[in-house]
């Protein structure tokens, strides 16, 4: 944080329990509470993004296009692009995206580009949306992370999360809030705690590439792609499972494990003192030294800026290029090769074709359950979890990971997702076969 939001002073004790409960209550409500409003159940978050981009459209348009046009500029005007041969790859990548939003305002190009699946998709339903909510997020965020509420939940579930995961306490709020937000608000709150020095390099990776799934809502999508509405809550909670499952694996090996892990020392409790009570001083302690509301909003709105005109241009390009090697190239057919012995013990007609339509999920985690909606209901339930635990994807998740201040490379990230859909395989075709043969699916 800055030099101005380092000092801090603290404030009376009641003044801090209403910081405390008050903020902290307001966060929760935005991130967490679903509210039904005009038949449609989902978070404030997402409703007040989804207005806006329903009732402001074409302004909407031109904010997302100005921040890819900053987002496209700024690595050369600062000279970054010079950083490494990734960097200098997604400098130029980020230009391209600024040219094909250009195009698909203008409506310029080939008309393939314009299919359902292509750039409609990913300028109307990922573009437009991230516009909106990284930075409704980043001020909303403030009220979630700020003033005690991470540091009362860290005491709380140090017992669960470092032994499991090998992640703070604090983390756990991480993985809630991108289960049921999305993947750029779980980011950019482990961005902003690994800034502020909460998390190692290690751990921030950990919970970046193994937490950062898509959104609860973006899950209903893909059940009913696949119909699987019927068993919602099964589906559900049963991709929590197997994601977090396969986070405690992928925590402890190759390349997560090498990372360097200097974090602060968790505090040990108190004497005599009871873990509810010693969660509760520190998020009272927390509340109390926080900084003024309108510096944090502020700090972390610019933060929300940045990575959104970081990851906007990134997403188009590099999704829309995904998208084309998964229609016209056999690229993702001969990556499923891999896949293939694990999609032969699901015993379905056509295991070559699974495991092709599994790894085109790297282009874009919605791709499989496209290809795969007629596919025998034990494949649908397979695919629709593996999509989620997977976690990463070339069209957007991978490009918001690169444009945090987390030093990971490229290779790193596609190395963890092809451990991720193995093990998230390995997991998820034994669950089938029970859930299927107790007729729950």
Known sequence: MSEQLSLTTGVSKPRALARLLGYSFIGLLIFFVPFTIGGRSTILLDHAASALQAN???LVIVIALLFMLYGALQ???????????????????????????VAYVLRIGPQALYAPGMLPFLFDKL???LALIVPLGALALVFLIGFGLLELIGVLMQPVMRPIWRTPGKSAIDAVASFVGSYSVGLLITDRMYQQGHYSLREAAIIATGFSTVSAPFMVIIAKTLGLMGSWNLYFWSAMLVTFSVTAVSARIYPLSKL????RPEPALKVGESRIASAWNAGLAQAGQAPALWLSLRETFVDGLRMTA???????????LGLLAAKYTPVFDALGVLFYPLTWLLGVSDPMQVAGAIASGLAEMFLPAILLKDAEVMVKFVVAIVSVSSVLFLSASIPCVLATRIPLRLRDLL???LQRTVLSLVFSIPLAYLVHSLNLI
Do not use: H, M, N, Y
């Open 56 to 58: 402001a459209r074409p």
């Open 75 to 101: 690595p050369w005007l600062s000279g970054s692009w010079r950083k490494d041969l990734t960097t200098t790859v997604f400098s130029v990548l980020k230009v391209c995206g600024l040219l094909i939003g």
């Open 127 to 129: 573009v437009l949306s």
């Open 260 to 263: 360097p892990d200097e974090s």
């Open 310 to 320: 970081a990851i906007l241009p990134s997403i188009l390009a590099v999704g829309l």
């Open 415 to 417: 190395l963890v997702w």
